[in-house]
């Protein structure tokens, strides 16, 4: 059994099982947790990040299998980090992604762990972060951050991710979709997966379109990748076109560009422990169904105890502004 | 252990079974009892299976089989589980076995297996009862 105690120390030895037990430590918010990671802070910031986000059945667990296999044939080691969505009515969860990446299992460079989404909607679990630093810290070259199959808006994979892949395929929408807000923005690289089905050719045109119009000032230029992962067609330019992104990335200043992504992760961090704390331990559920049956407004409800929580924010140098 | 902390499952099939209904609408009846459930897939050595727990930090593994070669790959699972540090998975399983290989099976710490028939709704709530249990014991520990 892990031993409760020397995780880090034991994860720095090369110890999987520590590695393990931290990642779930980590997704129970166990405060052992943050103790254990002080230590292994330091050594996070080596492994590049990638982030695979798209709509459900696009493809992305093959094509993340592929990216796995063809980092393996040039010795990186890979760490992979798969969600799946939590049921909002049972809170249980069916992980089925690693059914897709059956082959890398035996792999001893080669690290997959499910996560179930545990109320997070952003398309990422509340410790999706966590447990790439802890693999990051253990040491894998590559890793791989997979998301639940996304809808639109589920963004949470911008600020894990160096590189944001977002994986679409034929049959899911007209130029209009490609002229919508949303997740099309946060792609560093746009992969129109399944390409040898009908109807390839003009979404890679539209999205061509879209990137071109679009993105027009921006210092990247998103390039948009063919690709068939069951096949294994494509995955190698996809991969090219993450390094190239990482290319630019560096040549722009990794560090600040990832401080700027930490800020974010802090921000969504406390405002969901904060959440926690006031709607569990504090009650707030039930006083704000009871207030609603005396006939009060949610808006105004929402108004209160928002003055509530800020009135005890009120620090010195905040008065005296 | 948190508040926090769900139970995590492996439904595993090890060998060259291809019947997986049976392993399937366990694995969704815990996920319905608010389990996390990791399913293999089908043709799995045990070797991978004891690979997929360790990586999954999972608190139980249950096999499914309908092949006949349950004495042969559920002793090896255990041996592969052990060998990476996961003796204290909660083991368990179900399929056709015979009464006395469930016997001998239990002896080699299989601590439940379950025969056709069962409903989903005694394995999840056997499984809740057995980790809760083991997770108390392992709080007083500590």
């Known amino acids: 059994m892990a031993q409760a105690h020397n995780l880090a120390e034991r994860l720095v030895r090369g110890d999987r099982s520590a590695l393990a037990r931290l990642i779930t430590w980590a997704e129970n918010a166990d405060p052992r947790f943050a103790a254990e990671f002080v230590a292994l802070w330091p050594r996070v910031g080596r492994a590049w990040r990638i982030g695979v986000t798209g709509p459900p059945g696009a493809g992305k667990s093959t094509l993340v299998n592929e990216l796995a296999r063809l980092e393996r044939s040039r010795s990186k080691t890979v760490g992979i980090v798969a969600v799946d969505p939590t049921s909002p009515f049972t809170g249980g969860a069916l992980l089925g992604d690693r059914i897709r990446m059956d082959d890398r299992t035996l792999d001893p460079g080669v690290y997959i762990r499910s996560m179930a989404s545990r109320g997070s909607h952003g398309g990422l679990a509340r410790a999706s972060a966590s447990a790439c630093d802890v693999l990051d810290a253990f040491g894998f070259d590559s890793l791989v951050l997979e998301t639940v199959g996304v809808g639109q808006a589920e963004y949470d994979v911008l600020d894990a991710a160096d590189t944001v892949v977002v994986v679409l395929c034929p049959g899911a929408g007209d130029s209009i979709q490609a002229m919508k807000a949303g997740l099309l923005e946060v792609a560093d690289v746009l992969v129109v997966n399944k390409s040898d089905l009908p109807g390839a050719d003009r979404l890679l045109n539209d999205l061509n379109e879209a990137v071109h119009v679009r993105f027009l000032k921006r210092a990247w230029n998103v390039p948009v990748v063919a690709a068939s992962a069951g096949t294994q067609a494509g995955v190698e330019q996809v991969l090219e076109a993450v390094e190239a992104h990482r290319a630019h990335v560096v040549a722009q200043g990794l560090e600040s560009a990832r401080r700027k992504k930490r800020v974010q992760q802090v921000h969504h961090m406390l405002a969901e422990l904060l959440a926690e704390q006031l709607w569990g331990p504090r009650g707030w559920s039930a006083r704000v169904e009871r207030e609603l049956e005396l006939g009060r407004s949610p808006q105004e409800l929402a108004a209160t105890l928002l003055s509530e929580v800020m009135s005890c924010l009120k620090t010195p140098t905040e008065a005296q502004r | ?142």
Do not use: C
């Not at chain 2, 996920?31 to 050595?45: F, K, S």
């Not at chain 2, 727990?53 to 070669?69: K, M, N, P, Y």
């Not at chain 2, 709704?121 to 057995?130: G, P, V």
């Open chain 2, 1 to 142: 252990m948190t508040a926090n902390s769900k139970i995590r499952v492996l439904v595993g099939k090890p060998g060259l079974d291809g019947h997986d209904r049976g392993a399937k609408t366990v694995a969704s009846a815990l996920r319905d009892h608010g389990m996390e459930v990791i399913y293999t897939g089908l043709h799995q050595t045990p070797d991978a299976i004891a690979e997929i727990a360790a990586q999954e930090d999972v608190d139980v593994v249950g096999l499914s089989i309908l092949s006949g070669a349950h004495m042969a790959l559920f002793p090896r699972v255990k041996a592969e589980l052990d060998k990476r540090g996961m003796g204290h998975v909660l083991l368990t399983g179900g399929g056709i076995i015979p009464l006395e290989d469930m016997e001998a099976l239990h002896r080699q710490g299989y601590a439940r297996l379950f025969g056709p028939g069962t409903p989903t709704e005694d394995i999840a709530k056997w499984i809740r009862a057995e980790v809760e249990k083991r997770r108390g014991a392992e709080g007083e520990q500590s």
